[in-house]
């Protein structure tokens, strides 16, 4: 059913049993959503390519396309990719020939358009699940629900380098640590919520386009609901 989909399109979560009979609705981007569409590409020839060159044509087309709308390559970026593909019956109608780019995933949500957003990191007023994990696996959650941490401090950094460790930890002092004040009601080393930051690993500072400190506020436990705002 891609073919009523189109670039800048997006869609709720997607089953996994999904068959070419069903009809995908675009929703508002603007709306809770969990994917959206960033690449549509006609497929040719006369019989419906293998799965291992669909996969191929993917990677050739999807991924080059990922970083023209995202503006950072998929490797360094949150969203996640994946694509579409007519299966055999699909295939018998040629207006369904083609294979739809997709950003995203079935379990996290979204609220705005991924276009030329290359941030790596959360934002401020976004929540995550646990921080124990490799950066591209974070899961950004509704702040509504159960989570972890909450994105309440950010500073983007400037220059062709990263900071070194004494820059680094004046920029924790003058940002995570007085914010932490100013948004939860109390200081750092006397509430039972921790802070956390992210930043670009040195090796990386090139590579990513999101050179920002940025600061959360949470507990590794979890079962957090609603903004820790003013918690003290």
Same mark, same amino acid.
């Given at each position: 059913?891609?073919?009523?989909?189109?670039?800048?399109?997006?869609?709720?979560?997607?089953?996994?049993?999904?068959?070419?009979? !069903?009809?995908?609705?675009?929703? %508002?981007?603007?709306? !809770?959503?969990?994917?959206?569409?960033? !690449?549509?590409?006609?497929?040719? =020839?006369?019989?419906? %390519?293998?799965?291992?060159?669909?996969?191929?044509?993917?990677?050739?087309?999807?991924?080059?396309?990922?970083?023209?709308?995202?503006?950072?390559?998929?490797?360094?970026?949150?969203?996640?990719?994946?694509?579409?593909?007519?299966?055999?019956?699909?295939?018998?109608?040629?207006?369904?020939?083609?294979?739809?780019?997709?950003?995203? *995933?079935?379990?996290?949500?979204?609220?705005?358009?991924?276009?030329?957003?290359?941030?790596?990191? %959360?934002?401020?007023? !976004?929540?995550?699940?646990?921080?124990?994990?490799?950066?591209?696996?974070?899961?950004?959650?509704?702040?509504?629900?159960?989570?972890?941490?909450?994105?309440?401090?950010?500073?983007?950094?400037?220059?062709?380098?990263?900071?070194?460790?004494?820059?680094?930890?004046?920029?924790?002092?003058?940002?995570?640590?007085?914010?932490?004040?100013?948004?939860?009601?109390?200081?750092?080393?006397?509430?039972?919520?921790?802070?956390?930051?992210?930043? %670009?690993?040195?090796?990386?500072?090139?590579?990513?386009?999101?050179?920002?400190?940025?600061?959360?506020?949470? *507990?590794?436990?979890? =079962?957090?609901? =609603?903004?820790?705002?003013?918690?003290?």
């Amino acid at each position: 059913p891609a073919h009523q989909l189109a670039v800048g399109d997006c869609t709720g979560p997607l089953a996994s049993t999904l068959t070419t009979v !069903e009809p995908i609705e675009p929703v %508002p981007c603007d709306d !809770e959503h969990s994917f959206e569409v960033f !690449e549509v590409v006609a497929l040719t =020839g006369e019989s419906l %390519p293998s799965p291992d060159t669909l996969r191929v044509i993917a990677n050739n087309r999807c991924l080059p396309a990922f970083e023209a709308y995202v503006g950072v390559a998929a490797g360094y970026s949150r969203y996640n990719s994946l694509f579409l593909a007519p299966d055999q019956a699909a295939w018998e109608n040629p207006a369904l020939r083609q294979l739809t780019c997709l950003l995203g *995933s079935s379990e996290q949500t979204l609220t705005a358009s991924a276009r030329d957003d290359a941030a790596l990191f %959360p934002s401020v007023g !976004e929540c995550t699940g646990p921080q124990d994990v490799p950066v591209l696996s974070l899961e950004v959650v509704n702040c509504s629900k159960k989570h972890h941490y909450e994105v309440y401090a950010e500073k983007k950094l400037d220059g062709d380098q990263a900071p070194d460790e004494k820059e680094l930890a004046k920029l924790i002092s003058s940002v995570c640590t007085a914010e932490f004040k100013k948004f939860v009601g109390k200081d750092a080393a006397g509430s039972k919520y921790e802070y956390t930051y992210f930043i %670009p690993h040195a090796d990386l500072w090139s590579k990513v386009k999101d050179r920002r400190l940025v600061c959360s506020v949470g *507990s590794p436990a979890g =079962g957090i609901e =609603g903004s820790l705002k003013d918690a003290k």
